[in-house]
């Protein structure tokens, strides 16, 4: 499968981790007395494989080792530099992102569009100050928002859910000036744009 490139490292790894925790499984003394009857050779033979298979899974580490290092490299060129995060806070969508919140804030009823504008320049702030995919955004929820912890000066809002989410909630801080954007938006916009039970922060126009 490595040489003939029929599967991607990770997967190979991942049927690999598979068929180890089966062989524990069925290996079990326990498993005898509720599953169909293991000869006794079978199960001496199966449970020979187990170490076998974390030496299976090295093999295709070492092997596979450029591989994984290369996609460590594109990652890294997909990162935003610091001209570019200029350019992004100097951009049209951006500045009139910060400008309808300000108006939301002073009383003014923002249309479908100023609304649009608003929600993306938050989730743009957010995966920028964060250095975050758009998953924890999209997973966030008032309940995340409410239990946001302040300390020295940054509210920082946990999301349980999201692409990575086997490394721990993601972290999604706010600086002075987002908390206040953030507030505008939570108490005076989202409601006029919400369902009622939307329990997600940052909906589409139709409230879900």
Request: hydrophobic fraction near 35%; proline fraction near 5%.
């Amino acid at each position: 499968m490595l040489e003939e490139n029929k599967k991607k490292p990770g997967t190979i790894t991942s049927y690999l981790t598979s068929y180890e925790k089966f062989l524990k499984f069925i290996t079990n003394p326990c498993y005898s007395r509720f599953g169909p009857p293991l000869s006794h050779d079978h199960r001496e033979l199966l449970a020979l494989l187990l170490p076998d298979v974390k030496g299976w899974r090295s093999t295709v580490d070492g092997q596979t080792q450029d591989v994984q290092n290369q996609r460590y490299l594109d990652e890294i060129e997909g990162l935003l530099t610091a001209q570019v995060v200029l350019q992004l806070r100097s951009s049209k969508p951006y500045v009139e992102g910060q400008k309808v919140i300000k108006q939301a804030g002073e009383g003014k009823d923002l249309t479908e569009l100023e609304f649009t504008t608003a929600r993306d320049f938050l989730i743009t702030r957010f995966a920028m100050d964060a250095g975050s995919r758009p998953g924890p955004m999209n997973n966030a929820k008032l309940e995340d928002y409410r239990t946001a912890k302040s300390e020295d000066g940054v509210k920082v809002m946990l999301v349980a859910r999201h692409k990575r989410s086997k490394d721990g909630p993601a972290i999604l801080p706010m600086l002075a000036d987002m908390q206040e954007y953030m507030a505008t938006y939570i108490d005076v916009i989202r409601p006029k744009f919400a369902l009622k039970d939307e329990q997600k922060i940052f909906v589409t126009t139709d409230g879900g």
